[in-house]
């Protein structure tokens, strides 16, 4: 049975990772175009979860479960910005320009 400041510690760990993923939503539901949506989904979304895996690793009272949690971390952390990038990037080049407040475009300067 967990007792004292595992659980106290799992559960900061827990709401931080709940208030990381809100505010991803929150993000995807306010920013103006896919790039900067996407970009809060990767970003809050990634730590979010990485943050709930992280709680349940600690509060879980099994070897195996914490082993795949934090498996589960790492997997999040390395193939979300990935994805991301390759999904902005295909958007990008299929037509889909950024908002008129995007001051820097990288990828038509490049072109230039």
């Known amino acids: 049975m967990l007792a004292g400041i595992e659980l106290y510690f799992g559960g900061a760990l827990l709401v931080l990772g709940a208030a990381f993923t809100l505010l991803a939503a929150v993000g995807v539901v306010r920013l103006p175009d896919l790039y900067t949506r996407m970009h809060a989904a990767s970003k809050a979304g990634a730590v979010g979860g990485g943050l709930i895996l992280l709680a349940v690793a600690v509060l879980s009272q099994d070897a195996a479960v ?3 949690a934090i498996i589960g971390v790492m997997f999040v952390l390395l193939t979300t910005p990935v994805a991301a990038h390759l999904l902005a990037r295909a958007s990008y080049l299929t037509g889909y320009r950024p908002c008129n407040d995007t001051v ?3 990828i038509a300067q ?3």
């Open 66 to 68: 914490s082993v795949r």
């Open 104 to 106: 820097i475009d990288d």
């Open 110 to 112: 490049s072109n230039e």
